[in-house]
Every structure is written in structure tokens, then in C-alpha cells.
């Protein structure tokens, strides 16, 4: 039996390479019902980067899109959390970045009533070393609070900021603001903007 004949050949042109897009990242569950209540209270405040402060594990958490994208060890105050004036407490509920101040300054600047001093922090990073007194360093992003639980938050002069106790850093040890690392906090600065917000919780949720 003869064989059939070939198929005639079309010189077609190799097939077409799709590059396919990578899938976006789905957003992280721990988180879920944080980033909801922020869209359902706070209907005109972007959720598109959120800050959430976890004050039991003394961690602060960037969020993107829903998204973790950073984390760092904290300090937040000795005596607690409250939003009494002069109590010297970490204020819970949600606040907005009112203000950033700082952009430029060198590492370990110390600022005094939110004005750059020129002088530097010495850096303390022995675990319990206490600093001559509670210095304000490298960069700040001072905090408004939307809630009327801690309305007071920004006549209080609540902060995330650098600190020159940094051997502090995971345990209680502020008077009421946020403290960071000062390389961590100038990676934060340049990360978030103003009118960003910042769930500040005993102990986040999924």
C-alpha cells in the first residue's frame, strides 16, 4: 500500500512566547479584618498602605494592598496603654500620620520639640542601656488620632520615631510613643505618606 502523501509545508513562523503576568499576591488573612473595618469606618481614608502596631508582640507592620511588606520590633510605653493626658501611655485605635518631619536629616539626629538639634544620638544597643534622656532621633511621623477614645493623641505628641536606647527595642519602653531603630524608621519614612493610617491594637486579628 502506498504511503499517503506529505503534508505540503505552510512555513509558519514559530509560535508566539506569551509572557505571562505574575498574580498578584493575596491579601494576608492575619490582616483581613483590620484592613475591612478601616474601609467600613473610614470610608474616605485610603487603605492602600496601613501601618498596624501590635503592642503585645511589640511589632509594627506595613501593609500593602492587604499585603505585609515590612515588619520591625518596637517599643511602645513602660506604663501601658491609655490615652489619658500626662499618663504617659501608648494610645490604642486608629490615627493618621499627620505629619512627617525629618526627611534628610543623618542618621541618630536628635530633635528637640520637632526642630533638628544638629547634634547626634550615641546609640545605645546593649540590651536595658538607658539613654541621659528620652531622645527624639532620625525621623518622625506624628500621630492624629480619628477615634474619640484618643482624640488627644496629637496634643500628646504621640510619635514613631528613632530612639537612642535601641537596646530597648522589643520590650515596653517608651513614654507613650513608638519607638524604632533609627535605620528601620528612615526605611518606614521613605515607605509611607502622610494621612497613612495606623491601627495601634493589643493584639491583631485575622
Not at 58 to 81: P, R, Y
Request: hydrophobic share 35%; with cysteine; proline share 6%.
Amino acid at each position: 500500500m502506498a504511503e499517503p502523501d506529505a503534508a505540503p509545508s505552510l512555513n509558519l513562523p514559530p509560535p508566539i512566547q506569551v509572557q505571562q503576568a505574575p498574580l498578584a499576591a493575596a491579601a494576608d488573612g492575619r490582616f483581613t479584618s483590620i484592613i475591612a473595618k478601616l474601609a467600613q469606618d473610614f470610608p474616605s481614608h485610603s487603605t492602600a498602605k496601613v501601618l498596624v502596631i501590635d503592642a503585645t508582640a511589640q511589632k509594627l507592620f506595613l501593609l500593602e494592598n492587604g499585603v505585609e511588606t515590612g515588619a520591625w520590633d518596637i517599643s511602645t510605653a513602660t506604663k501601658g496603654l491609655g490615652s489619658a493626658k500626662g499618663s504617659d501611655q501608648t494610645p490604642l485605635g486608629v490615627h493618621r500620620i499627620a505629619q512627617k518631619i525629618g526627611d534628610g536629616a543623618p542618621l541618630g539626629t536628635i530633635f528637640k520639640a520637632r526642630q533638628n538639634t544638629g547634634e547626634k544620638v550615641q546609640i545605645l544597643t546593649t540590651p536595658g542601656a538607658d539613654s541621659p534622656d528620652d531622645y527624639v532621633t532620625s525621623r518622625i511621623m506624628w500621630l492624629d488620632g480619628l477615634e474619640p477614645s484618643n482624640q488627644t493623641s496629637k496634643e500628646r505628641f504621640i510619635y514613631i520615631h528613632g530612639t537612642g536606647e535601641e537596646g530597648k527595642i522589643g520590650t515596653p519602653a517608651s513614654h507613650g510613643c513608638i519607638r524604632m531603630r533609627n535605620k528601620e524608621v528612615i526605611d518606614l519614612f521613605e515607605r509611607v505618606d502622610e494621612n497613612t493610617l495606623v491601627v495601634i491594637t493589643q493584639k491583631h486579628e485575622g
